[in-house]
């Protein structure tokens, strides 16, 4: 029978409890839970309102702040500018697809190295890190290809999308517009004489 989702309440006065181990827990805790791969739901303890999200963000925060982050203030910003467009849920599932894609390459890496050297042989835990330190530029291209390829591919949606609506609406009557292939020339302008 398969385990039950781990319950952490959340308190006003923010404080977090594990009611699996019936304890006070705090943020690095919760990471760790994260990192171990554990599933878990971050409730309010009066309301029941679902916080899982809001305190995944604070580890983000936290870690952001904590050194080297990994989001810089240019894609922050072209993420912030996504929310309330159109295209704000595909983002969503299209970087969601992404980090999955990236997380399975790394663990198919790391399941090669396992079988080759062994379950705890430092050459295979260092193997990943080898590995993009030594392909790193070939990774990079190759990811700025896909990224290349993703941008080619919304362009032709949103041009698609564009050309649907524009067939959807022509049959529709709008008061003064005018379709630019109605347009009538203008007129040629005459030398001014009589």
């Keep these: 029978m398969p ?14 409890y594990d009611t699996r181990t019936s304890s006070y827990i705090t943020l690095a805790d919760v990471k760790d839970l994260v990192l171990g791969n554990e599933q878990f739901q971050v409730v309010d303890a009066k309301t029941g309102e679902d916080l899982t999200r809001s305190i995944l963000l604070q580890i983000i925060l936290e870690e952001e702040a904590g050194g080297a982050p ?3 203030s240019d894609l922050l910003s072209h993420m912030i500018r996504f929310y ?8 969503g599932k299209y970087l969601e697809s992404n980090i999955k894609a990236f997380t399975e390459m790394q663990g198919k890496l790391q399941d090669q ?12 835990q260092d193997l990943w890190a080898q ?6 530029p070939a990774l990079q291209s190759m990811m700025g290809a896909y990224v290349d390829q993703s941008k080619k591919m919304f362009e032709q949606m949103q041009s698609q999308l564009e050309s649907q609506t ?4 022509t049959g529709f009557q709008f008061p003064g517009y005018v379709r ?3 347009e009538l020339p203008a007129a040629p302008k005459g030398d001014g004489k009589k």
């Design 3 to 16: 385990e039950q989702l781990r319950l952490i309440k959340k308190y006003p006065n923010r404080r977090l």
């Design 180 to 182: 630019p292939e109605d």
């Design 131 to 136: 590995f993009l330190n030594f392909q790193g």
């Design 166 to 169: 524009r067939n959807m609406f």
């Design 70 to 72: 990994m989001f810089t």
């Design 113 to 124: 190295a396992r079988a080759i050297y062994g379950e705890n042989s430092p050459v295979g």
């Design 84 to 91: 309330g467009n159109a295209m704000q849920g595909m983002m």
